[in-house]
């Protein structure tokens, strides 16, 4: 099993520039999750997916967007890149909510210019 | 709400100390409680995870964490630090049942020295 993958690994955006994020996991989880990750600030969560064809807000959603294509796969889509969104983000996936372990990816490190 | 405090953002021990990196937590009901540790570069990995049951809490490569509910801490504790251990450590936090959101906290870089 693969686990978690991300795509891209790095990518560097001009300002106003769009992207799609990609996630996919292969373990047979319910509920995806994107985080992005911030010197001293730990992870926040961004969206989440608790089961396939729905979505919410976490903590930080402003200037993202999230599909949950089917039970494998969770984008996450920068419309308008802003420098404020230079971060590295990470994509998780979980059995189900609550007590169970999130798994990781190993993160997508974004720079916007 | 519920909060995760980590404190101390580094801490160093040398090679065969004990390591102890703290972590405090606010909820409003019993919650669950990881410990997760990112090595550079990485995605983060579970340590060990406290739900219900036997408040000592074992995990991977050695590290223990004791929930206390009196003190709403969950301090993370290995008897004798190796140099592989050097990681940033993130405690976090979601409430129990079907809650949906795992909080972190900021993360403590543990520095090993030789």
């Known amino acids: 099993n693969a686990g978690v993958t991300q795509t891209p690994k790095f990518q560097v955006l001009k300002t106003g520039q769009s992207m799609t994020l990609q996630c996919a996991q292969d373990m047979n989880h319910n509920s995806m999750y994107w985080y992005r990750q911030d010197p001293g600030m730990g992870l926040r969560l961004i969206y989440y997916s608790a089961s396939e064809g729905t979505t919410d807000k976490g903590e930080v959603p402003n200037g993202y967007n999230v599909s949950r294509l089917n039970k494998r796969e969770f984008s996450l889509r920068l419309e308008s890149a802003a420098p404020s969104q230079t971060s590295v983000y990470f994509c998780?996936?979980?059995?189900?909510?609550?007590?169970?372990?999130?798994?990781f990816g190993p993160g997508t490190r974004l720079t916007v210019t | 709400a519920q909060s995760v405090t980590q404190l101390g953002s580094h801490v160093s021990v040398s090679e065969g100390a004990l390591v102890l990196l703290r972590c405090n937590y606010s909820s409003s009901v019993p919650p669950y409680l990881f410990w997760y540790v990112q090595y550079p570069n990485q995605g983060l990995q579970l340590l060990l995870k406290?739900?219900?049951?036997?408040?000592l809490v074992k995990g991977i490569n050695g590290f223990e964490a004791e929930f206390k509910k009196s003190e709403t801490s969950f301090h993370l504790t290995k008897p004798s630090a190796h140099m592989s251990d050097a990681a940033e450590y993130f405690c976090?936090?979601?409430?129990?049942?079907?809650?949906?959101?795992?909080?972190f906290g900021s993360g403590t870089q543990l520095t090993v020295l030789p």
């Open positions: 976090a936090v979601t409430l129990g049942g079907s809650a949906r959101q795992l909080t």
């Open positions: 406290y739900t219900t049951g036997a408040t």
């Open positions: 998780a996936s979980t059995f189900r909510t609550g007590g169970d372990e999130q798994y």
